[in-house]
C-alpha cells in the first residue's frame, strides 16, 4: 500500500489526520508515514480531558476509531481513561500495540522530528486559559512557529490571532464564500480551509486571492478532483491518500 502520487505542482499537500488512508487516523502511525514522504504538513484534532490533557482524537468519543470496543467520551473522563486504550487497525485486525490515542506532545515532535508544518485543529470551542496552554505547550517544545492552526470556532481561531500576531490560522468552513466571510478573513487576517467542493470555479480563489486569503480546501481523495482544484489555483490540498 502506498499513498496516490498526483501532480501538485505548487500546491502544498496536508496529510488528513496524518496519512490515514494507510494508518489509523490522528495515531503516531499515521504522523510517521506522512513524515517520511512529501507532504508540506500533517493535519491532526486535538481535544481536553477532564483533567486538563491535551489528547489528539477527532470525534468526542472513542467509539468509531475502537469499533466500538471503548466507548469513553475524551472531554468527560482523565486521561487515564485513554491512555491504555489500543486501537485497532485499519483493517480491523488487532496485532499492533502501537495503535493508540497521542497527546498534543507526541504529535507535535513528530512534525518538528520530520519538519513537517502542524495543521492543528481546534476542535470544539475552548476556554482562553486551554488556549493559552496549548500555545504555551508548543512553545516549549519550540516548534510554535511550524504550527498552523485551523478551527470551526470562529472564538478559537480569533483568540489564537490575539495571542499569535504572526501565526498562520485558518478558518474551517463548509459554507460558500460570501462577501461578508471575506470581510471577516481579512479583518481578522485569517486564511481560509473550505470543503473542496464549494471551490467550483477559478474565479472564487482568484477572488480569495486578491483579497490576501490563502486557500486550503479538504478533504480531497480523487486525483481527478484535486488537479481540477489545483488548476484553480488553491494553495493547500488536505487529503487521506493523495500526495
Not at 500500500?1 to 502511525?29: F, Q, W, Y
Not at 499515521?30 to 489528547?55: L, M, P
Not at 497521542?102 to 476556554?127: G, H, M, R
Request: aromatic share 8%.
Amino acid at each position: 500500500m502506498d499513498s496516490i502520487k498526483i501532480e501538485k505542482k505548487n500546491v502544498k499537500m496536508v496529510a488528513h489526520r496524518g496519512l490515514s488512508g494507510l494508518e489509523r487516523e490522528n495515531t503516531c502511525p499515521a504522523f510517521v508515514a506522512a513524515g517520511n514522504r512529501s507532504y508540506y504538513g500533517i493535519e491532526t484534532d486535538v481535544h481536553v480531558t477532564k483533567d486538563g490533557k491535551f489528547v489528539i482524537i477527532h470525534d468526542e468519543t472513542t467509539d468509531r476509531v475502537s469499533n466500538k470496543e471503548f466507548c469513553i467520551n475524551v472531554e468527560e473522563n482523565d486521561y487515564a481513561a485513554l491512555e491504555n486504550v489500543v486501537l485497532p487497525d485499519i483493517d480491523g485486525s488487532r496485532n499492533r500495540q502501537d495503535i493508540r490515542i497521542p497527546l498534543l506532545c507526541d504529535y507535535i515532535s513528530i512534525c518538528k522530528k520530520y519538519e513537517k508544518i502542524a495543521v492543528l485543529e481546534l476542535k470544539n470551542e475552548f476556554t482562553y486559559d486551554d488556549l493559552v496552554r496549548i500555545l504555551d505547550e508548543i512553545k516549549a517544545l519550540g516548534y510554535i512557529d511550524g504550527v498552523t492552526f485551523i478551527s470551526f470556532s470562529w472564538y478559537n481561531c480569533v483568540t489564537v490571532r490575539q495571542l499569535l500576531p504572526d501565526s498562520t490560522i485558518q478558518f474551517l468552513t463548509s459554507k460558500e464564500v460570501d462577501d461578508e466571510l471575506i470581510k471577516n478573513l481579512v479583518d481578522n487576517k485569517l486564511d481560509l480551509d473550505i470543503y473542496y467542493k464549494r471551490i467550483t470555479d477559478k474565479q472564487i480563489v482568484d477572488k480569495l486571492h486578491s483579497a490576501g486569503i490563502k486557500v486550503n480546501v479538504w478533504t480531497c481523495d480523487t486525483k481527478e478532483e484535486a488537479e481540477a482544484l489545483i488548476d484553480m489555483g488553491v494553495d493547500f490540498i488536505t487529503s487521506n491518500i493523495l500526495e
